[in-house]
C-alpha cells in the first residue's frame, strides 16, 4: 500500500508539473509576443494563383490564405484573445529571412518544404504536392527542357525551381541563358513580352498565371516534372509551442473534412482534382487530439 501511495504521489506530481510547464510555455516565446502585441503578422505573396495573390481590392486572397486563417483563429483561441491581423508581402528572396528575422509569424504562399530550409525555419504538415514544369507560348516549339537549348528561361531567384533547373542544365549540358525575376508575375510578363521563351515554377503557378492571363490560349504547359516540391506553411523555427498550435489547427481542417471545401473553393475552378499523393498527406497528417 506504501509503495502504490508513493507511485500515485509521483504521477500527481508528473501531472502538476507538466500542466504548470504548459502554462509557463505560452508566457514565452512566439505566443508571448503575439499576445503582447495583440497581433499576429502573415507574410503572404502577391501573385502566387490560387495560393496567395491580391484581390481586385489589393487585398491578400487564396488558398494558403484560407489556411493560415485557420490557424490564426487558433493562436486566438490558446491565448484566449482577439488579435489584429496584419499582412507582410514577401517575395522568394525575402519570406526566408524575415522568418528567420522575427518580422513575421507564419508565411501564407506557396512555399516547398526542405531540409536546407528547416535550418532557418520550420513548416507545418503538407498543403499541396507539385514540381517543376515550363510554361512557354502554344507556338514555341518547346515540349520540354531540351528544346530549351540556346534559349531563354525566367526564373525566380532563391526558389527550388531555380535550382531544379539548373541542374537539369547541366545534368544534360545545355546552354540556356537565365533571366533571374523577382516573382510570378515578372516572369509572367517577361515570357508575355517576349523576353524570355518560356517561365518555370511548380506546375500548379504555371496554370494559375495562364487562368489570369488576358490571352490563355497562346500559353501551354509543358515537358516532365523536374521536381518534387511538397507545400508547407512556414512557422518560426525552434517555437514548438506556436508550432503545436498549428499542426493541431491543421489537423483539426484535415480530420473534419474541412480541407476538401477549402480545396474545392480554389483549384475546382481550375479543374485542379486533388492527387491520390495529397489525399494520403491529409490522412496521414490528420493526427489525433
Keep these: 500500500m506504501t509503495h502504490l501511495r508513493h507511485i500515485l504521489a509521483s504521477a500527481a506530481a508528473l501531472a502538476t508539473f507538466g500542466t504548470a510547464a504548459v502554462a509557463q510555455d505560452i508566457t514565452q516565446g512566439r505566443l508571448a509576443a503575439i499576445a503582447e502585441r495583440g497581433s ?6 502577391e501573385s502566387s494563383v490560387p495560393f496567395a495573390y491580391l484581390d ?22 490558446t491565448l484566449g484573445t482577439d ?25 501564407c504562399g506557396s512555399t516547398t518544404n526542405n531540409l536546407t530550409r528547416q535550418e532557418q525555419v520550420e513548416y507545418l504538415p503538407v498543403t499541396f504536392i507539385t514540381g517543376t514544369q515550363i510554361l512557354t507560348r502554344v507556338d514555341s516549339g518547346i515540349s520540354g527542357i531540351d528544346d530549351m537549348e540556346g ?4 526564373l525566380a531567384q532563391g526558389t527550388t525551381n531555380e535550382r531544379a533547373i539548373q541542374a537539369e542544365m547541366e545534368a544534360r549540358g545545355l546552354d540556356i541563358d537565365i533571366l533571374p525575376v523577382r516573382d510570378h508575375a515578372e516572369g509572367m510578363l517577361a515570357l508575355e513580352t517576349d523576353r524570355v521563351d518560356a517561365y518555370s515554377t511548380d506546375h500548379i503557378l504555371l496554370h494559375g498565371l495562364i487562368a489570369k492571363s488576358r490571352t490563355p490560349d497562346e500559353f501551354k504547359v509543358v515537358g516532365d ?17 506556436f508550432e503545436l498550435v498549428g499542426k493541431r489547427a491543421m489537423a483539426e481542417v484535415f480530420r473534419s473534412g474541412e ?6 473553393r480554389w483549384f475546382g475552378p481550375m479543374g485542379v482534382e486533388q492527387s491520390d499523393l495529397l489525399r494520403a498527406a491529409f490522412r496521414l497528417n490528420a493526427l489525433p487530439q
Excluded at 499576429?40 to 505573396?45: A, C, D, N
Design 40 to 45: 499576429i503578422v502573415l507574410g503572404h505573396r
Design 56 to 77: 481586385e481590392n489589393q487585398a491578400p486572397i487564396g488558398y494558403s490564405i484560407d489556411l493560415c486563417m485557420k490557424v490564426v483563429e487558433a493562436v486566438e483561441e
Design 83 to 107: 488579435l489584429e491581423v496584419r499582412f507582410v508581402p514577401v517575395t522568394p528572396q525575402t519570406r526566408i529571412a524575415l522568418m528567420a528575422n522575427g518580422t513575421i509569424d507564419l508565411e
Design 151 to 154: 534559349k531563354r528561361i525566367g
Design 225 to 241: 516534372f523536374l521536381s518534387y516540391d511538397p507545400y508547407a506553411l512556414m512557422v518560426p523555427r525552434n517555437e514548438s509551442d
Design 259 to 264: 480541407i476538401d471545401e477549402i480545396y474545392e
